[in-house]
Each structure stands twice: as C-alpha cells, then as structure tokens.
C-alpha cells in the first residue's frame, strides 16, 4: 500500500484520514475496513503508539454531514480507528 510505504519513507506514526465527500452507502463498509486495515498495519509496524484518526465527515448512510460528537452514524468509523476527530461549530 502507497499509504504505507510513504509513512516509512517520512517517518510518520499516525494519520489523520479526512474524507469530505460524499460516497455510495454501498461503499461505506469498505470505508471502515480500509480505516481498521490501516490501524492494524500502523500498529504492526510503528508500535503501540501508532495513531489512526477519523474525521467526522462521513456518515454511515455515506452522506457529507458532520455529528459534531460521537453518534449511531459515525461510531463505526470510530471503532475501527484509534480516535475520533470532531467537527467543530461556532454558534
């Protein structure tokens, strides 16, 4: 994986994945499994320290519309991830 070779090349222990954009609901399992994939291989290679963040952007239902917090449609992606990366809202 890309993904991994650059984060042995730059020396990188975590990352921080960001999608903002909408995608087939269809698609969203796959999501999750590549966001678990990539936790479990930064793991194995950077150690227990490695960091895998998800930015609350995509919903389960694979539509753009950020939770502002932990919910039914965002908790998948927080489980497979190590941390949960909040939208924030000036009200």
């Given amino acids: ?7 042995l090349r730059l020396r990188l222990q975590g990352w921080l994945v960001n999608v903002e954009n909408g995608l087939g609901r269809e698609l969203v399992p796959h999501l999750t499994h590549f966001v678990a994939h990539l936790r479990a291989r930064m793991a194995a290679e ?3 320290h490695a960091l895998v963040i998800w930015y609350d952007a995509i919903t389960t239902e694979g539509r753009l519309a950020w939770q502002d917090g932990l919910t039914r449609l965002n ?3 927080f489980d ?3 941390a949960l990366f909040v939208n924030y809202r000036w009200q």
């Fill in 75 to 77: 908790a998948p992606f």
């Fill in 80 to 82: 497979a991830a190590d």
């Fill in 1 to 7: 994986m890309r993904h991994l070779r650059l984060r």
């Fill in 46 to 48: 950077v150690g227990p």
